[in-house]
């Protein structure tokens, strides 16, 4: 079955660029979304279609697909950034979705 | 404003099936997709069904042969029925409808299997 892979943990401190990447074969055909997930809240999009942001989402977030590899990067880390942060894609026949398996950042 | 609301039974018995039922409030069924995902205790997100745009309804091939989502659109709800549970299927459920920028949870559903 398909899977994106994601480090397990970032570490930067205040004021850092934190990247965090997701790596999945079908990746270049295929939109990613990315969620953060704080603890006792479920997922929230912090990017959708590759390197789109929502409109409540601070420009700091900007992501970016190229060949098998997709980038989240937080410009400027705040320790409220701290998070579990998880990729989400379609296999490459668009039978079914996946998460990465998350990528838990610290800022400190 | 789309809210989502879901409930079902929380504590479960081995071999038992799990039942729940998000419904749809604030906004229309069509347009959207709906999608079914769990997280075990301490671990990440897993994907366990969806409902698409134009009706279809695809599964987690890890789960197919016990997954089940169904629709309701004349109640705006649709449901997700999981059979033979096991203690590995415990975890929080959610509910959740997403099409571009738009994204909705529901607040997720605390699922327990135990003898």
């Known amino acids: 079955s398909y899977e994106l892979t994601q480090p397990p943990s970032v570490s930067v401190s205040p004021g850092q660029t934190a990247r965090i990447t997701c790596s999945g074969d079908?990746?270049?055909?295929?939109?990613v979304y990315w969620y953060q997930q704080k603890s006792g809240h479920p997922p929230f999009l912090v990017i959708f279609?590759?390197?789109k942001r929502p409109p409540e989402i601070p420009e700091r977030f900007s992501a970016s697909n190229s060949g098998t590899v997709a980038t989240l990067t937080i410009a400027g880390a705040r320790v409220e950034d701290e998070a579990d942060y998880y990729c989400?894609?379609?296999?490459?026949?668009?039978?079914?979705?996946?998460f990465g398996g998350g990528t838990k950042l610290t800022v400190l | 404003q789309v809210q989502l609301q879901q409930w079902g039974a929380g504590l479960l018995r081995p071999s038992e099936t799990l039942s729940l039922t998000c419904a749809i409030y604030?906004?229309?069924?069509?347009?959207?997709?709906w999608n079914w995902i769990r997280q075990a205790p301490g671990k990440g997100l897993e994907w366990i069904g969806e409902?698409?745009?134009?009706?279809?309804?695809n599964y987690n091939p890890s789960l197919k042969s016990r997954v089940t989502i169904l629709v309701d659109t004349s109640k705006n709800q649709f449901s997700l029925k999981l059979a033979s549970m096991t203690a590995a299927d415990t975890g929080l459920y959610f509910c959740?409808?997403?099409?571009?920028?738009?994204?909705?949870w529901g607040r997720g559903t605390l699922v327990t299997v135990s003898s």
């Open positions: 409902v698409r745009l134009d009706g279809d309804i």
């Open positions: 989400y894609s379609t296999d490459s026949t668009s039978s079914y979705r996946v």
């Open positions: 279609e590759d390197n």
């Open positions: 079908a990746l270049p055909r295929k939109y």
């Open positions: 959740a409808g997403r099409r571009k920028a738009s994204d909705f």
């Open positions: 604030g906004g229309s069924f069509s347009g959207y997709f």
